[in-house]
């Protein structure tokens, strides 16, 4: 059954189209570019740095044994996969490490939703740097605005939401590089959405699924923007219809507002992914001010016996990095210790410091940081920010009897504690430098903060080995 125009004309999936299809870079401000810049750079630093662990072998291997060849880049690679296949493996080394970035009161790491899709794409076509630039903000802001239309929503029923807006993300990416107009990109997102999926069952023991996540978006948005060149017809109530996405997914409405306040055809007057947040920790974000609160007591409690921790953490992301406890107070993977503020803030009261390095096995095995985080137990924080910040607090108490507490309200890397150019690049350094040299790393620092100089195909060269 077609809707009529009358239901259609202003769905959001149309605003939405009409200024991903509409948007002109000269038009987003200075700032916003500017951050696109250092996340993209971040992005790329933690794809290098997950060339390394098993699962990038096994991701590449997998998809590899499927692909045809082709000539798109695989980031860290010599090979080249088809479009669709590069956007799925370069999705997995992106978010694979769960150290990218956040945009705090959506829950949702945009960059991962829209860049994997916009480097294929971008290579494929020959995209300028600023062609490919504009695309990658039109879907990162789309992602955004679906995650601040539920307020968390997909988590609380057991979505991974990044996994689900990522199809839609991708598809406005992918619609805005092939040039396709207002109608067709919104029939872009009403084919994607019916792959728009990602389940949170990982958590139970360390799967690597949640890594896959963004990469079927990928794989679902460039093929939806494609059927839709070729006039396949999608709904153009995707997400608010009668069995669409809220509907489905959620089983009551969103706020539809939020997806398209301020949106017009030559940009929008607030420009969420500008208040995204960069992790200074390779953990689930949810953690991070927890750890900033351990990281502190760390020097005060100074080589003191630790009797037994409190962590106060957000209660809504209880469910999610707490329980059940007796699972996560005994991480095993590296993958668990991520999602187990148990184990995450035994290590920082320990070592003043949580890094990639601290994943490895021999870090995860320490039967002291063991010992610790079955003496962590998680409660609701009280004066909690969040969803705005993701606070944390941690009381210790120690074997001759002092009391020592810290509580975090804003966690670093987000608001005013955002981290700074300089920060960022130091960040990509460190993960970049665990797969190439320092020499080839500081060039594509430096080709990715000129991006508007350079072509996708250049940018992705740099990106190969070999």
């Not at 996969?81 to 493996?89: I, K, P, Y």
């Not at 990658?136 to 057991?158: K, M, N, P, Q, Y």
């Not at 396709?180 to 360390?206: K, M, R």
């Not at 991006?451 to 992705?460: F, I, N, P, Q, Y």
């Amino acid at each position: 059954m077609t809707e009529s125009p009358a239901l259609s004309a202003d769905s959001p999936s149309r605003l939405i189209a009409r200024f991903a299809a509409g948007l002109n870079l000269a038009n987003v401000p200075v700032p916003v570019i500017s951050r696109a810049k250092l996340h993209i750079l971040d992005a790329f630093g933690l794809g290098l740095a997950s060339t390394v662990q098993d699962y990038a072998a096994s991701a590449y291997a997998g998809v590899a044994a499927m692909s045809t060849g082709g000539a798109c880049s695989v980031i860290g690679r010599s090979d080249r996969l088809d479009m669709r296949d590069a956007a799925l493996v370069n999705a997995i080394l992106i978010h694979g490490l769960d150290f990218d970035d956040t945009h705090l009161a959506s829950i949702i790491h945009p960059t991962c939703t829209s860049l994997p899709a916009a480097l294929a794409m971008g290579e494929t076509l020959d995209a300028s740097g600023e062609q490919m630039l504009a695309a990658f903000l039109a879907g990162a802001e789309t992602s955004i605005r679906i995650g601040l239309a539920v307020d968390g929503g997909f988590h609380h029923v057991g979505y991974h939401a990044t996994g689900v807006v990522s199809h839609f993300a991708s598809a406005v990416t992918a619609g805005r590089l092939l040039g396709l107009d207002e109608d067709a990109i919104t029939a872009a997102q009403g084919i994607t959405g019916s792959t728009a999926a990602g389940i949170q069952v990982f958590l139970e023991e360390g799967a690597w699924t949640k890594r896959f996540h963004p990469g079927w978006g990928a794989v679902s948005g460039i093929t939806a923007a494609y059927l839709a060149q070729a006039k396949f017809k999608g709904p153009s109530r995707v997400y608010e219809g009668k069995f669409g996405l809220f509907d489905t997914h959620l089983h009551e409405p969103a706020k539809l507002d939020a997806m398209t306040d301020g949106l017009g055809p030559n940009g929008c007057s607030v420009w969420h992914f500008g208040e995204t947040a960069l992790k200074p920790y390779p953990v689930c974000h949810f953690i991070h001010g927890c750890a900033d609160a351990a990281i502190e007591l760390y020097g005060e409690i100074g080589g003191a016996e630790i009797a037994s921790v409190k962590a106060l953490l957000p209660q809504p992301t209880l469910h999610i990095i707490a329980e059940p406890a007796e699972a996560k107070e005994r991480a095993a993977s590296e993958y668990e210790a991520k999602f187990s503020a148990q184990h995450v803030v035994a290590a920082c009261l320990l070592r003043g410091r949580f890094n990639l390095p601290d994943l490895l096995p021999e870090a995860l095995a320490d039967p002291a940081v063991r010992d610790l985080a079955l003496r962590v137990k998680c409660e609701a924080d009280p004066d909690s920010a969040f969803p705005e910040f993701f606070s944390g607090g941690v009381e210790v108490t120690l074997r001759d009897g002092r009391v020592l507490m810290r509580h975090v309200r804003i966690n670093s890397g987000a608001g005013e504690r955002a981290m700074g150019a300089d920060q960022v690049r130091a960040k990509f350094m460190a993960s970049a430098s665990l797969a190439i040299d320092p020499g080839k790393a500081e060039r594509i620092a430096e080709a990715v903060l000129d991006l508007e100089g350079t072509t996708v195909r250049d940018l992705m060269k740099l990106l190969r080995t070999g």
